[in-house]
């Protein structure tokens, strides 16, 4: 069965994953590679409409309630446009994946406690779908934070929380990376451009689809 690759891009905000999803979705099809770029939350219609809850709602969602949340979406995501895509034999990327609700729910909110990871491991198990490399882009919080100024998006929930939970999430990124050696490549971000940063990632897939 021809199955095509499933790459994430993870890390806090501001490291820089929209802007590598946008340079691999250009620069990737000129090595002759179909490409499926997306995102999370969101990636199909019903999980974008889970997104603004998850990051725009009004009233703050149980700890267990936006995990739950959080995969309702990744569900519907990976049944109606990555599983179909891997199928085809796309290389698809994603921008953020599973090793977010780790570090921003079960690192971030929860501080590591046994009884959620084991719930984000049990929710993963029931999902058929697991990155086959991951880049976890990385930054300082302070040079994150100046970039997110000088972009200007709308600022979510998430966003918005003290920068105790933002020491947790990224800490709970560097024990994710130290947990899954062969999968998750570590890149810092600063001081070096994005067409730096993206030269080593579009070198990392090469090889990884080279063998096999
Ligand atoms: N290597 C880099 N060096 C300097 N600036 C960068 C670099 N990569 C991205 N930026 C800039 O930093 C800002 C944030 O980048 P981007 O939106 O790609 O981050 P992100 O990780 O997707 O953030 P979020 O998770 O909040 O969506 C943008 O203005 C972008 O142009
Ligand atoms: C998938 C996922 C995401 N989050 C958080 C992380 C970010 O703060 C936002 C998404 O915003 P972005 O600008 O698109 O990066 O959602 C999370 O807490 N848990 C998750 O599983």
Redesign the pocket.
Known sequence: MVRGLFVTLEGG?GVG??TQLRLLNSVLPSYGLDVLTT????GSPGAEEL?QV??FGQSPLSLRS?ILT?FA??FDHVDQVIAPALAAGKVVIC????D??L???AY?RADGASEILSLVARLQEQLGADPDLTFLLEAPREVARVRLAARG?PV????LSDEGFHARVLAGFQQIASDNPDRVKRIGTSGQSPEEVNSLIVKAILSRLQQG
């Open positions: 905000e994953k929209s995102r999370e939350p969101g997104r998850l990051l936006e959080h979406a990744r921008d953020r994946f599973t977010s609700t570090a921003y729910q971030g998006a979510d929930r998430y966003e």
